[in-house]
């Protein structure tokens, strides 16, 4: 069972260089999340779908796009990278109905910004 | 607005000392829903439990138990026992009940298990 597949797991990139941070999941979820993980601080989240072709910012969107043409797949864009992009990101699936599911996160994706 | 606090920032005990984690959530919903998660040291985010806040009843799975107080907004965490492959950041998430189920996160607490 793969669940939720983050690639690649490291990556640096220079300033203002853009990369593509992929996310896929084989669970026919609906809901798909993506949070970034800072230092000593919890998941802030960047951006979400509750479906494919909708999207919406979360609390940290600024820097970041995603786009969302398949159930399956939630990749997050950086434009121009900043070191302040320097981070953890996670992406999550949720299953639709029921309030009380998890969320199922991948395993992460570390990204410096040099 | 919605706010999860883990005031606890690091703990350290001797393997086999119980240890319990504090989570103290705001919200002004009055249906919503709590989990805790568990990140060991390679980095992954472990589901470990969940609860409705129309549910006080606490639940004991092998070592670990949760007492949810609805009453002081907190949902704390014990392991009974500890092990030193407990060790690891430990996540309380509020969830929005919106229709979004977005997760707050608190800052996680990092537990070190001595041998």
């Known amino acids: 069972n793969a669940g939720v597949t983050q690639t690649p797991k490291f990556r640096i990139l220079k300033i203002g260089q853009s990369m593509t941070l992929q996310c896929t999941q084989d669970?026919?979820?609906?809901?798909m999340y993506w949070y970034r993980q800072d230092p000593g601080m919890g998941l802030k989240l960047i951006y979400y779908?509750?479906?494919?072709?909708?999207?919406d910012k979360g609390e940290v969107p600024n820097g970041y796009n995603v786009s969302r043409s398949t159930t399956e797949d939630f990749p997050l864009r950086l434009e121009l990278a900043a070191p302040s992009q320097t981070s953890v990101y996670f992406c999550?699936?949720?299953?639709?109905?029921?309030?009380?599911?998890?969320?199922?996160f991948g395993d992460g994706t570390r990204l410096s910004i040099l | 607005a919605q706010k999860v606090t883990q005031a606890q920032t690091e703990i350290s005990v001797v393997e086999k000392e119980d240890v319990t984690l504090d989570c103290v959530y705001e919200?002004?919903?009055?249906?919503?829903?709590l989990f805790w998660y568990k990140q060991p040291p390679s980095g992954e985010l472990v589901f470990l439990i969940r609860?409705?806040?129309?549910?006080?009843q606490n639940e004991i799975s092998g070592r670990y138990s949760w007492n949810f107080q609805k009453s002081t907004s907190s949902f704390n965490f014990t392991i009974t026992a500890s092990q030193v492959v407990d060790s690891a950041v430990y996540f309380c998430?509020?969830?929005?009940?919106?229709?979004?189920?977005?997760?707050?996160f608190g800052t996680g607490t990092r537990l070190k298990v001595l041998a």
């Open positions: 998430a509020l969830s929005e009940t919106s229709g979004t189920y977005k997760y707050i």
């Open positions: 669970m026919n979820h609906n809901y």
């Open positions: 779908s509750v479906g494919a072709g909708i999207t």
């Open positions: 919200t002004r919903d009055t249906t919503y829903y």
């Open positions: 999550a699936t949720r299953q639709g109905g029921g309030s009380n599911q998890p969320q199922h």
């Open positions: 609860r409705n806040s129309f549910d006080e």
